[in-house]
């Protein structure tokens, strides 16, 4: 049953079938501007020259930044909404993947209604999030790292981002590093096991590994990476 339903959607394409070109060629269905703020705590004791040499020579850091500061104003964009009543929505039709237009029309056909919108500049807030993160270094090359994702309230022209809490172990050296991690979506109530391993410049992981062999109601992906590094040249002592 549906007591009230009040919605934005976009007509413009998705950033799915958004092209390279599209994205350098300004061909983008919005533009607007966004920044991050934040700063890390490193505790280094007194370390040997050999040890100075390590990849990472802190004991342990902590991180504390504010994300996505900031909005993005789209162009020829379509808000509509409904007044309060019940009725009964048939969930196939809403579905994914289904446009947001699609999601517009079935609605109207489950409560006999023709929604009332208007079309033009839509300004939406990025999902603004306080990020906390520590990481500690229980032997030489393992460190244990835990971050918190906490996204502000947003409103309701605005992109929204899930609560997070992230925990597990990693390994790093000059050539290997992998992790293992436990994520809790807060929101949602769920558990996903994510990792990544980087060999010399490349780089692969996810933050949902199971959700490749099963249905645990979190979208599956990869990442994918490589690092190019440009060393400095020592200088003599």
Request: proline share 6%; charged share 20%; aromatic share 10%.
């Amino acid at each position: 049953a549906i007591d009230g339903l009040q919605t934005t959607y976009s007509d413009l394409i998705t950033l799915n079938q958004l092209t390279l070109s599209d994205a350098l060629f300004g061909k983008i269905p919005g533009n607007g501007h966004g920044f991050d703020l934040g700063f890390t705590y490193e505790f280094r004791p007194v370390a040997s020259k050999r040890e100075e040499q390590s990849a990472a020579r802190y004991l342990f850091k902590i991180g504390v930044s504010l994300l996505d500061m900031g909005s993005i104003r789209y162009k020829n964009a379509s808000s509509w909404a409904v007044p309060a009543r019940s009725g009964t929505l048939n969930q196939l039709e809403v579905q994914p993947p289904r446009t947001p237009t699609q999601v517009r029309d079935a609605v109207a056909r489950s409560l006999n209604i023709v929604p009332e919108g208007t079309i033009g500049d839509l300004s939406m807030k990025l999902p603004q999030t306080l990020s906390i993160q520590l990481d500690a270094q229980i032997r030489p090359n393992w460190f244990v790292g835990a971050t918190w994702w906490k996204p502000s309230n947003p409103s309701a022209l605005a992109q929204h981002r899930a609560e997070l809490i992230t925990i597990g172990p990693r390994y790093e050296s000059p050539e290997l590093e992998y992790s293992l991690m436990a994520n809790y979506w807060r929101p949602m109530g769920k558990v996903s096991i994510g990792g990544h391993l980087r060999y010399r410049v490349l780089t692969v992981g996810s933050d949902n590994l199971f959700g490749f062999f099963t249905d645990n109601g979190l979208t599956s992906h990869l990442f994918a990476g490589v690092t190019l590094p440009l060393r400095a040249r020592a200088s003599a002592q």
